[in-house]
């Protein structure tokens, strides 16, 4: 009897077994199929590429470029001086944000040309506020920042072009904040001729700390240049 009922066991487990076996086999699903693989060689082909070449004139996805002057800066082959889209606050602090963040290490905050990098020994860039700049179309900016400029390099792949333009028109502002007057405060409005305080006024320059040095600096000072 223990025999017939082990023979049993043995029995209904190969049956099992060849089961699992069998159904395993059944997931072939899609797996195997004549297809194409990418950039091997294929000679139903002329060229033998399995990759076909891209028609002319394709578009990627996300890159249709349709506004031409948003992504040039120029009308015609000339630098444009009109905004591609309207200048709003919000514009303009977005463009703040960008041009101290990417240009003020060599144009510094007023755009002077007296960033920190030249003042290190970068070569130094032209004033935004000389009369040629201020009289330049805003396609041009847009194109330095585009292009380069001399020793300067892009920033085509650092700052989008919607930034680029930004970034433009926060120029436009500082030039006429520097060249401002009195007449140019709205009635009504008062302007402090307080002198900015910047943090390098209040703090003492890193190296120099009294407490934990025990010693006053030695060497000359440098003047931080707070204008
Ligand atoms: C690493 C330093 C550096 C940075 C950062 C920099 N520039 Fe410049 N820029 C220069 C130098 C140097 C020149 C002068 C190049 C020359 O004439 O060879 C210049 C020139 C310019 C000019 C003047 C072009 C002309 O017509 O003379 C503009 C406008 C300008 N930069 C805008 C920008 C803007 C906007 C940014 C930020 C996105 C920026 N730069 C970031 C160094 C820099």
């Not at 009922?5 to 029995?11: V, W």
């Not at 905004?83 to 144009?107: D, K, S, W």
Request: aromatic fraction near 8%; glycine fraction near 8%; include cysteine.
């Amino acid at each position: 009897m223990a025999t017939h009922n082990r023979i049993t066991r043995a029995l209904s487990a190969i049956a099992i077994g060849a089961a699992l076996l069998l159904t395993a086999s059944c997931r072939e699903d899609m797996h195997n199929q004549p297809k194409f693989k990418p950039l091997r060689i294929n000679p139903f082909y002329a060229d033998e590429r399995a990759s076909r070449p891209v028609l002319v004139g394709t578009v990627a996805r996300g890159q249709l470029r349709e506004d031409q002057y948003f992504y040039t800066g120029k009308i015609n082959g000339k630098d444009g001086d009109v905004f591609p889209f309207a200048i709003t606050p919000e514009v303009l602090a977005r463009g703040q944000e960008r041009f101290n963040i990417y240009c003020t290490p060599c144009h510094s905050r007023l755009g002077d040309g007296n960033g920190m990098i030249v003042q290190r020994g970068f070569k130094r860039p032209p004033s935004f506020h000389e009369d040629r700049l201020v009289k330049a179309p805003v396609g041009h900016f847009f194109d330095v920042m585009t292009h380069g400029w001399g020793s300067m390099s892009d920033y085509s792949s650092q700052v989008p072009a919607a930034d680029r333009w930004k970034i433009a028109a926060y120029i436009r502002a500082l030039q006429l904040a520097q060249a401002a007057t009195p007449a140019d405060v709205p009635a009504g409005m008062t302007v402090s001729n307080q002198k900015p305080q910047f943090h390098a006024d209040t703090e003492p320059p890193m190296g120099s700390d009294k407490a934990t040095h025990g010693e006053a600096p030695s060497g000359p000072q440098t003047e931080m240049n707070p204008r």
